[in-house]
């Protein structure tokens, strides 16, 4: 729980800050707590780290430009009946957001990468989500493993057998594996499905949570850093002209 | 011997098939006992695991558990799925946990106990399959050998009166089909009954006590394996072999029939260029 907690208040923090500064010494602030709390990989981290950060890059190129009657700012061209312009606002409101947006996103990330699903859904159950919801979350997560696994092997097999030799070749190897992995996961759940009730599945999953020991520093640390967090963010109020 | 589990005239059918999976089958399994149970693909083996299990629900007889009558009451199948375990061929159909540990935890929690009776329970299971060590891991990490331990113990947890294990040999390794054989060992140590499911005769003929052969969905032999290799039209119809040692005691007319190496070579000399000498001539002449 003060793990669930103390990426809330980060992410809380990130996504109120007026200044970039913030969220980009958030999010090297939650590598570091992922480094040495939840011992990630750096490498590791990082990697996984690419694609949420292709999708920030991408979205902060959207928000670059904006849609005008009049050619104006920084770049501009015309586009349809109107102007498509880059202007020193759209520049200063794209860094503010993505920075936010990468702040809130790490505290996310650090908190997936370091705490066990069963301890998520766990921590849903406490704050009184339906069984059902916390149940197919679970189920979906571990599947997303699976048939990436499964995908895996079907691609390694079909590239064994020169199935993307060339483009053509390629795409009918592709609409075949995506077609076997349908069959498959259909067949895969029922299966599983069977397994479960074998097991007296009554239509909840639920496992015994791990055995934590009590230790200050993981309740004590958060709870600084989020207020330090806050600290900074009074103090870096000022973004120019947003 | 106390009957934990007695079928009469059961038999299944899948839903848009014409044939029956099983066709009228009857027995009963009685606490203690080891069963091997043979036939070829498709034979039924699988569907009667699962109708034992309640996961299917016969649609003709009746199914008693412990002398009680199956009505298919939510409390019932409970206690049946409680009662009886089932091992599934592929661990992976029944490994869904984060953890080893949280893996073994799971039926033991829908059974409702009190979390300390869980904890307890996990750890005795872990370690009567050696998997303390890997309690923290992955399932999906481990080596097939491994996750079939996991899925031993998922049961184990449960603490069934009989297990089901639906070919827990397939895919494994030599040592690790060793290493099987010895849990089952320990398994029937713990006075749990036993069916084991396989295409192995030699291991059936060595391990079981009582031998069951599914023929096209009906049950055709129960028996000891003396009585089952004997008849040669029920081996013949049922696509099955005769065990090596069964031939080698036959061949040699050795009584009591050698079930294992030791009982064939009673001195422990092994096999060895040497070791024909101490075997009695064939009686057949040959």
Same mark, same amino acid.
């Given at each position: 729980?003060?793990?669930?907690?103390?990426?809330?208040?980060?992410?809380?923090?990130?996504?109120?800050?007026?200044?970039?500064?913030?969220?980009?010494?958030?999010?090297?602030?939650?590598?570091?707590?992922?480094?040495?709390?939840?011992?990630?990989?750096?490498?590791?981290?990082?990697?996984?780290?690419?694609?949420?950060?292709?999708?920030?890059?991408?979205?902060?190129?959207?928000?670059?430009?904006?849609?005008?009657?009049?050619?104006?700012?920084?770049?501009?061209?015309?586009?349809?009946?109107?102007?498509?312009?880059?202007?020193?606002?759209?520049?200063?409101?794209?860094?503010?957001?993505?920075?936010?947006?990468?702040?809130?996103?790490?505290?996310?990330?650090?908190?997936?990468?370091?705490?066990?699903?069963?301890?998520?859904?766990?921590?849903?159950?406490?704050?009184?989500?339906?069984?059902?919801?916390?149940?197919?979350?679970?189920?979906?997560?571990?599947?997303?493993?699976?048939?990436?696994?499964?995908?895996?092997?079907?691609?390694?097999?079909?590239?064994?057998?020169?199935?993307?030799?060339?483009?053509?070749?390629?795409?009918?190897?592709?609409?075949?594996?995506?077609?076997?992995?349908?069959?498959?996961?259909?067949?895969?759940?029922?299966?599983?499905?069977?397994?479960?009730?074998?097991?007296?599945?009554?239509?909840?999953?639920?496992?015994?949570?791990?055995?934590?020991?009590?230790?200050?520093?993981?309740?004590?640390?958060?709870?600084?850093?989020?207020?330090?967090?806050?600290?900074?963010?009074?103090?870096?109020?000022?973004?120019?002209?947003? | 011997?106390?009957? =934990? $589990? !007695?079928? +009469?005239?059961? #038999?299944?059918?899948?839903?848009? *098939? %014409?044939?029956?999976?099983? /066709?009228?089958?009857? @027995?009963?399994?009685?606490?203690?006992?080891?069963?091997?149970?043979?036939?070829?693909?498709?034979?039924?083996?699988?569907?009667?695991?699962?109708?034992?299990?309640? =996961? $299917? !629900?016969? +649609?003709?007889? #009746?199914?008693?558990?412990?002398? *009680? %009558?199956?009505?298919?009451? /939510?409390?019932?199948? @409970?206690?049946?799925?409680?009662?009886?375990?089932?091992?599934?061929?592929?661990?992976?159909?029944?490994?869904?946990?984060?953890?080893?540990?949280?893996?073994?935890?799971?039926?033991?929690?829908?059974?409702?106990?009190?979390?300390?009776?869980?904890?307890?329970?996990?750890?005795?299971?872990?370690?009567?399959?050696?998997?303390?060590?890997?309690?923290?891991?992955?399932?999906?990490?481990?080596?097939?050998?491994?996750?079939?331990?996991?899925?031993?113990?998922?049961?184990?947890?449960?603490?069934?009166?009989?297990?089901?294990?639906?070919?827990?040999?397939?895919?494994?390794?030599?040592?690790?089909?060793?290493?099987?054989?010895?849990?089952?060992?320990?398994?029937?140590?713990?006075?749990?009954?036993?069916?084991?499911?396989?295409?192995?005769?030699?291991?059936?003929?060595?391990?079981?006590?009582?031998?069951?052969?599914?023929?096209?969905?009906?049950?055709?032999?129960?028996?000891?394996?003396?009585?089952?290799?004997?008849?040669?039209?029920?081996?013949?119809?049922?696509?099955?072999?005769?065990?090596?040692?069964?031939?080698?005691?036959?061949?040699?007319?050795?009584?009591?029939?050698?079930?294992?190496?030791?009982?064939?070579?009673?001195?422990?000399?092994?096999?060895?260029?040497?070791?024909?000498?101490?075997?009695?001539?064939?009686?057949?002449?040959?």
């Amino acid at each position: 729980m003060p793990r669930v907690l103390f990426c809330l208040g980060m992410m809380v923090t990130a996504v109120c800050s007026a200044h970039p500064f913030l969220g980009a010494e958030l999010s090297v602030v939650m590598l570091l707590w992922a480094r040495v709390y939840g011992k990630v990989p750096v490498g590791k981290y990082l990697r996984m780290f690419r694609l949420p950060l292709g999708f920030l890059a991408l979205s902060g190129l959207v928000l670059l430009w904006e849609y005008s009657s009049v050619g104006e700012g920084i770049l501009s061209f015309s586009f349809g009946s109107g102007y498509l312009s880059m202007t020193r606002e759209t520049v200063l409101r794209t860094i503010l957001v993505t920075f936010r947006a990468l702040g809130a996103v790490s505290a996310l990330f650090a908190l997936g990468m370091t705490t066990p699903v069963t301890e998520l859904t766990g921590v849903l159950k406490r704050l009184h989500c339906p069984d059902l919801i916390c149940s197919l979350m679970y189920l979906m997560y571990r599947y997303i493993f699976l048939m990436y696994q499964v995908h895996g092997n079907m691609k390694q097999a079909a590239e064994g057998r020169m199935g993307y030799m060339d483009y053509r070749t390629s795409l009918r190897t592709t609409a075949g594996i995506y077609g076997n992995l349908l069959a498959y996961s259909y067949r895969q759940a029922g299966a599983n499905f069977d397994a479960m009730e074998s097991r007296c599945f009554d239509g909840s999953v639920r496992f015994l949570s791990g055995k934590y020991r009590k230790d200050w520093r993981k309740t004590v640390i958060p709870v600084i850093l989020v207020l330090l967090e806050i600290g900074i963010c009074i103090c870096w109020r000022s973004w120019p002209a947003v | 011997m106390d009957e =934990i $589990l !007695r079928l +009469k005239d059961l #038999s299944f059918r899948y839903e848009e *098939e %014409k044939e029956w999976a099983l /066709k009228e089958v009857s @027995l009963s399994i009685s606490s203690g006992e080891k069963i091997a149970v043979l036939g070829n693909n498709g034979a039924g083996k699988s569907t009667f695991f699962r109708c034992c299990n309640g =996961i $299917l !629900r016969p +649609k003709e007889g #009746s199914l008693y558990l412990k002398g *009680e %009558k199956i009505s298919w009451k /939510k409390k019932e199948i @409970l206690n049946l799925r409680q009662s009886v375990g089932l091992i599934f061929q592929e661990a992976d159909h029944q490994l869904i946990a984060g953890t080893v540990a949280e893996e073994v935890s799971f039926g033991p929690m829908n059974l409702k106990l009190s979390e300390q009776e869980v904890r307890n329970r996990v750890e005795k299971a872990l370690a009567a399959m050696e998997l303390l060590k890997y309690q923290e891991k992955a399932p999906h990490e481990l080596s097939g050998g491994e996750k079939k331990r996991v899925s031993i113990a998922d049961i184990l947890a449960m603490e069934p009166e009989l297990m089901l294990l639906d070919e827990p040999a397939s895919s494994l390794d030599p040592v690790n089909q060793s290493l099987l054989e010895e849990n089952l060992e320990k398994l029937h140590q713990k006075g749990i009954a036993l069916v084991v499911a396989t295409h192995d005769v030699d291991f059936a003929w060595r391990w079981a006590k009582r031998i069951l052969i599914f023929h096209q969905g009906r049950l055709v032999a129960d028996g000891r394996g003396e009585e089952i290799f004997a008849d040669e039209a029920l081996i013949e119809k049922s696509g099955l072999k005769k065990p090596l040692l069964y031939e080698v005691g036959k061949i040699y007319g050795i009584s009591p029939l050698p079930k294992t190496l030791k009982e064939l070579l009673p001195d422990g000399e092994g096999i060895s260029s040497g070791s024909a000498e101490i075997l009695p001539a064939p009686s057949d002449g040959r």
